[in-house]
């Protein structure tokens, strides 16, 4: 920090377990990549490359050894699995990440039908050389999945061998673990916050209200996810109450 200011929360240093600030890149260039880094490469740790942007993305062997080299740990994003799976391409899909140098992946289906043990398999399969970020919840408005179902599909996502759960929200911030408004659906957060360790849980929240709501509700150093890369230093200023929102949350 510029200047020492007393009563401001402790982060834990990268590589972290907790206080995880995942960053969405929808296809920024090489030298947006590079600045981000620069200016901010201290306040994130996961790098997704959204949906299947890497495919058509210029330069992303470079792109990607940037981030690495700034200590954060990129990856592609679920949606582009499931572009793999639903051809029946699973191996190819471990090869294409093997060939990008990847050592995080994403296995989703919020828009595949899939059955669930066919997830966890692949959950399995991949946590063996690799960590595995798995996502629950559906991206198809109108689906919906009980608390129940929520809960036992995190728990057994994470005994088939991922490092992380991700509550699924969108990049808009109203599917999900949110209502339509953008506002949280804090029953079916609450119930999830009882039965499996938030600090298992990335929780997306790209809106600034959704973040505040999760830092007001599970402390400075909770897990957030989709996280814009021009929003990921007023994040931090946030978890650390140098934002109006939190100012008085930490103070004596």
Known sequence: MNFYLPHIPQRPVQPRE????MVMDKGLSLRQAEDLCESASEYCDLIKLGFGTSLITKKLKEKIKVYKSAGLK?????TLFEAFAARGMFDDFRTYVDEFGLDVVEISDGVLEMPHLQKCEYISVMAKDKIVLSEVGSKLRGKEISHE???EFMKTELKSG???VIAEA???GNMGIYKEDGSADSDLILDIKK???ADK???????KSQQVWFIKLLGPNVNLGNIAENEIIPLETLRLGLRGDTLLSFLP
């Not at 990129?74 to 679920?78: C, E, I, S």
């Open 201 to 207: 849980i990335i929780w997306e929240a790209p809106l």
């Open 149 to 151: 179902k929520w809960i």
């Open 170 to 172: 969108r990049e808009s």
């Open 18 to 21: 907790t206080g995880l600030t």
């Open 162 to 164: 991922a490092w992380k």
């Open 195 to 197: 039965e499996v360790d």
């Open 74 to 78: 990129p990856y592609f994003g679920g």
